[in-house]
């Protein structure tokens, strides 16, 4: 496993509310109550409901509203397991650059070019990598929702996601490698599937895009309160 992608100052707290997509209520340890930045502007609502133990990372930028950002959430499972799971929206393209770079994504190698945000069409791609004669483009996307040990994206409506994928075909018909690989910010799923039922669309779209050569890839991760980690490929069931 490659070295984990970490974080600084992480503190546990419980979730309160979510007054809107940016910010969050939380109580810290000392029973504090003060409001949090929240790093993904998606719904979770299956992930922060109130009394939900959650983790912070303290700011490091100077005059910020919010002292802290909370990035991870324990997820209770039924049998009175949990599942940690990490929402950082930011954090899956450093992650899965880290896994490339170390060889670890066996579909891809350890390409000789690796370079982040690389424009191509009307899209910019997360990674472009050439190598072992080819080159290509990964578009990540970062997977929080999970029901019963399976995985869904997207959680919510997403005409970007879409228009990603519709960009990913027309490289691959110009000869490049088009990948969408989705990390999923939690460990020991049994797959990913597209969620149908929030939006059908990004379905039909993906569908097409593996039938027309676009390689659709998932992996899972190793989560800690303050680290994460790519950890193995998992089955994309479309």
């Given at each position: 496993?490659?070295?984990?992608?970490?974080?600084?100052?992480?503190?546990?707290?419980?979730?309160?509310?979510?007054?809107?997509?940016?910010?969050?209520?939380?109580?810290?340890?000392d029973?504090?109550?003060?409001?949090?930045?929240?790093?993904?502007?998606?719904?979770?609502?299956?992930?922060?409901?109130?009394?939900?133990?959650?983790?912070?990372?303290?700011?490091?930028?100077?005059?910020r509203?919010?002292?802290?950002?909370?990035?991870?959430?324990?997820?209770?499972?039924?049998?009175?397991?949990?599942?940690l799971?990490?929402?950082?929206?930011?954090?899956?393209?450093?992650?899965?650059?880290?896994?490339?770079?170390?060889?670890?994504?066996?579909?891809?190698?350890?390409?000789?070019?690796?370079?982040?945000?690389?424009?191509?069409?009307?899209?910019?791609f997360?990674?472009?990598?050439?190598?072992?004669?080819?080159?290509?483009?990964?578009?990540?996307?970062?997977?929080?929702?999970e029901?019963?040990?399976?995985?869904?994206?997207?959680?919510?409506?997403?005409?970007?996601?879409?228009?990603?994928?519709?960009?990913?075909?027309?490289?691959?018909?110009?000869?490049?490698?088009?990948?969408?690989?989705?990390?999923l910010?939690?460990?020991?799923?049994?797959s990913?599937?597209?969620?149908?039922?929030?939006?059908p669309?990004?379905?039909?779209?993906?569908?097409?895009?593996?039938?027309?050569?676009?390689?659709?890839?998932?992996?899972?991760?190793?989560?800690?309160?303050?680290?994460?980690?790519?950890?193995?490929?998992?089955?994309?069931?479309?």
């Amino acid at each position: 496993m490659d070295e984990p992608i970490v974080y600084y100052g992480v503190e546990p707290a419980t979730f309160i509310e979510r007054p809107n997509r940016f910010l969050a209520k939380v109580r810290l340890e000392d029973g504090q109550p003060i409001t949090v930045h929240v790093k993904n502007t998606g719904r979770n609502k299956e992930l922060l409901v109130p009394g939900a133990a959650v983790y912070l990372e303290k700011a490091t930028t100077e005059g910020r509203k919010t002292p802290y950002s909370l990035i991870a959430v324990e997820k209770q499972l039924h049998g009175g397991r949990s599942l940690l799971v990490n929402i950082d929206s930011q954090i899956p393209n450093r992650v899965v650059q880290a896994a490339v770079t170390a060889g670890r994504i066996q579909e891809i190698g350890r390409p000789d070019v690796l370079r982040r945000e690389v424009s191509f069409g009307n899209s910019r791609f997360d990674l472009y990598f050439e190598g072992a004669g080819s080159k290509g483009f990964i578009e990540v996307k970062g997977v929080t929702l999970e029901m019963d040990g399976h995985c869904y994206f997207p959680d919510a409506p997403t005409q970007r996601g879409r228009k990603h994928v519709e960009e990913l075909i027309r490289a691959v018909r110009e000869g490049y490698r088009g990948v969408l690989l989705f990390c999923l910010q939690m460990e020991g799923m049994l797959s990913v599937s597209p969620n149908d039922s929030t939006d059908p669309e990004f379905g039909r779209v993906l569908r097409n895009a593996q039938r027309q050569g676009v390689e659709v890839l998932a992996y899972d991760c190793a989560v800690g309160p303050d680290r994460i980690s790519l950890r193995e490929s998992v089955p994309v069931a479309l």
